[in-house]
């Protein structure tokens, strides 16, 4: 850590970024791997614009993304704290999900089509006093909206969960899949490459990862 660091408070080590809480009140987000924030700050600035819940960007400086705190649990810590709100915060998902289908893709994006998240699952949407707001668009891009459909189901289907938490997760996907259009199971196919091309997969989640594509093409 450096000097600066310790006046920081360590919130989360996200997938690629570590996150703190300045004594000021706003967040940064600093990525492990030194990717530049620019984009990410840039997408969030045009998002809130078009009035989607994101948070506020304050500042970028360096690799640091300054933004507005949300305090609120994670959609993903509400389920598990409240499993009887699952099937509700499955309809919210897919209710943010129909909000970025009706939004305009910016062309500062690379690709064509709609504007994807591409990492739209329960961990990156935080449960804020004024409702929902996603987090996380470090991965965004332009494309099929049926794909970032598929990623968010496969993202919950394939986590590797305790028996006791896998009531709760089928009434989330239940809720989820209730709010989405059908034409999601085309997609599935290319969200698995996607997914599998990401992060390192151990073989438990690639066998769930072909279940699921399997299940889809019947
Ligand atoms: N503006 C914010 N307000 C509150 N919590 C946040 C905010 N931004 C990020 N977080 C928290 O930090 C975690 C990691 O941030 P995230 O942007 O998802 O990074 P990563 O790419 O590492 O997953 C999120 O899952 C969320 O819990
Ligand atoms: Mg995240």
Redesign the pocket.
Known sequence: MTPRDEAHRL?????????YLRPDGL?V?R??AGRDPGP?AELMRYLRRHGLPV?RVADVSGADLV??????P?M?EEVDAKPWRAGALGRELAALHRRLDDLPAPDFLPGDGGLLHL?LHP??V?L?PEGA?V?????ARRGDRRVDVALSWMAMAVAPLRPLKRLARSRLLRGFLAGVDGGVRAAMPAAAAIRLARHHRDEAEVSAVRRLVADCSD
């Open positions: 919130l989360a080590a996200g997938q690629e970024a570590d996150v967040l987000k990525s492990r990410e948070p933004m507005e705190y949300i305090p609120g994670r993903s990492d961990g990156n935080v804020g707001v987090v996380d668009w470090a991965s």
